[in-house]
């Protein structure tokens, strides 16, 4: 089985068939990682560099993680300290460290299709860590896996996105994930945070309400507010948000079931989600994160075999 791709740009550019092989390769290499040798030597022939135009802490290790464990040889560049301040252009900087010969290319930049514009100008794979506000695809991967640990199937499943979806690549990710997997999907914030084209282009619900959103709901995806790409006030305040939107105890405990709570970080405490939920049993947090390790050397061991076909 392979991909249809040899890049990971987005989810919106996966079938339904790449979304399961990469869960199910996912699902191998999570039993690797259990052991107490942890490391295969599938890429051991392979040089990826990680590019990250923007800050990072757990997507940029967890590759960085997921290609050690795969043998892969890896460099890492991060803008500050780069030419770019020096005025080079990402064509000129992605020719000049391939001209080095790598093979991968995972890359963040804050720029919307950064990694589609360069996947048309060069030969390397490319792996999309986050692209500006458009999509995340190997965090919304990581979500499904963990939402699959859990309730076994993503088919027909009610999930949640809650918060600020407009600014959100997590949320773009996930919804183009969950719909292709046939999950059922509500976004829930203020509507100031919610585009309004989502509810038509992907048959999704949208709802104003936390409590009826998460009394419909079996996982909450949290998300949080991105203060970083809002230049506008979209929201009175970030305690009003909290008592509008947060992830309380006092509204989990108004619920008839439990459901399960994620959220891709780095959380606020105190904003989208309060400390007692986040570190309950009911959340999935960290296991998101060690999920996301398995996912990643999954999509890099599938497109290192789609190179060489
Ligand atoms: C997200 C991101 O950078 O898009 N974080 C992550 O990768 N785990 C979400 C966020 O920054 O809120």
């Given at each position: ?52 135009y923007e800050n ?53 930049h804050s720029a919307t299709g950064a ?15 986050g692209d500006g506000i458009n ?28 918060g600020d979806i407009m600014h959100s690549r997590?949320a773009l ?16 914030g203020p509507p100031t945070l919610i585009p309004k084209y ?25 998300l949080r507010i991105q203060l970083e790409r809002q230049n506008q006030v979209l929201f009175s305040s970030l305690?009003e948000y ?26 606020n405490?105190?904003v ?38």
């Amino acid at each position: 089985m392979q991909l249809s791709s040899k890049h990971l740009l987005g989810i919106r550019q996966l079938t339904a068939q790449d979304i399961q092989l990469i869960l199910d390769t996912a699902s191998q290499f999570k039993e690797v990682l259990q052991r107490p040798i942890k490391k295969v030597p599938s890429l051991r022939d392979v040089t990826i560099v990680n590019l990250f135009y923007e800050n990072s802490t757990r997507t940029r290790i967890s590759f960085e993680l997921a290609e050690k464990r795969l043998s892969a040889d890896t460099v890492n560049f991060a803008v500050s300290g780069s030419s770019v301040s020096k005025g080079e252009s990402l064509l000129d900087t992605v020719n000049n460290i391939l001209s080095m010969k790598v093979d991968m290319v995972v890359m963040r930049h804050s720029a919307t299709g950064a990694p589609h514009f360069l996947s048309k100008h060069i030969q390397a794979s490319i792996i999309n860590a986050g692209d500006g506000i458009n999509e995340h695809p190997t965090q919304a991967l990581l979500d499904a896996f963990s939402i699959t640990e859990k309730l076994q199937s993503l088919r027909g499943k009610k999930i949640a996105i809650v918060g600020d979806i407009m600014h959100s690549r997590v949320a773009l990710s996930n919804i183009y994930l969950l719909r292709k997997m046939e999950a059922e999907v509500m976004v829930v914030g203020p509507p100031t945070l919610i585009p309004k084209y989502l509810q038509e282009a992907f048959d999704i619900r949208v709802e104003y309400n936390l409590l009826k959103a998460l009394q419909w709901c079996d996982v909450a995806n949290v998300l949080r507010i991105q203060l970083e790409r809002q230049n506008q006030v979209l929201f009175s305040s970030l305690r009003e948000y909290n008592l509008a939107y947060g992830i309380k105890k006092s509204v989990l405990a108004q619920l008839k079931k439990e459901i399960v709570i994620m959220h891709p970080g780095p959380i606020n405490r105190g904003v989208e989600i309060d400390s007692d939920v986040a570190d309950s049993q009911q959340s999935v947090i960290l296991q998101q994160v060690e999920n996301g390790v398995a996912v990643r050397m999954a999509v890099l061991y599938l497109l290192a075999g789609q190179r060489e076909s």
